[in-house]
């Protein structure tokens, strides 16, 4: 039985105010952060040959003009697991881009165009089996972009964004810094498979 015949209806925007109304989602899981290559090898081991990971990046915001920071996080999850990999504490390992490549991993995020970008500056590869939600809202109906918005739509809930431009270089990330990375990346995940007619946030 093929579920993608019943593709469910989504309204094509929020407003503000109805935003404001809806209960806050975050990610509840394990958040693994990655600062040093020991820690990077048993990250990757924990990882595994996954099918599918929500996937972002953060990097400093800058308030001067013409001055751009290189990528400084990496976040991938799956449904119960966040690893935020500090790149600009390790570097782009080989072994991370090779999942990076890897055709049979699902990697699925929001405006990624700028974030492979970042990451081949680090490390050339060929970024394979990503999927921008971007590009695939449009076929359910829906005219939001943003990953505020689209959760918002498409899982009923709203996401913070408090910590977008805090300071992704810091010696210590904080924990709302690392709940933020997390729950962008894992958010992804959810909209992906809601997209794809399997159920929400609450049982995958």
Request: include cysteine; hydrophobic fraction near 40%; aromatic fraction near 8%.
């Amino acid at each position: 039985m093929t579920r993608r015949t019943m593709t469910r209806q989504y309204n094509e925007s929020i407003n503000d105010d109805e935003l404001r109304k809806l209960p806050l989602l975050q990610f509840e899981g394990r958040i693994t952060l990655i600062d040093t290559y020991d820690k990077f090898c048993r990250a990757m081991d924990d990882i595994g040959k996954p099918d599918l990971l929500g996937f972002d990046t953060e990097t400093r915001p800058s308030f001067k003009k013409g001055r751009r920071y290189k990528v400084a996080l990496l976040q991938l999850a799956d449904a119960h697991r966040a690893w935020l990999f500090r790149l600009n504490m390790i570097g782009l390992p080989t072994e991370l881009a090779a999942l990076l490549a890897d055709k049979t991993v699902v990697k699925t995020g929001v405006a990624i165009r700028d974030d492979l970008k970042a990451l081949r500056s680090l490390l050339p590869f060929e970024p394979h089996g990503f999927i921008d939600l971007q590009n695939v809202v449009a076929d359910h109906g829906i005219k939001e972009l943003g990953l505020k918005k689209l959760t918002a739509i498409t899982l009923g809930h709203t996401i913070s964004k408090s910590q977008q431009v805090s300071n992704w270089e810091a010696p210590a990330l904080t924990e709302p810094q690392q709940l933020y990375a997390a729950t962008d990346a894992w958010v992804c995940r959810q909209i992906y498979l809601a997209l794809n007619g399997r159920e929400s946030h609450h049982n995958q």
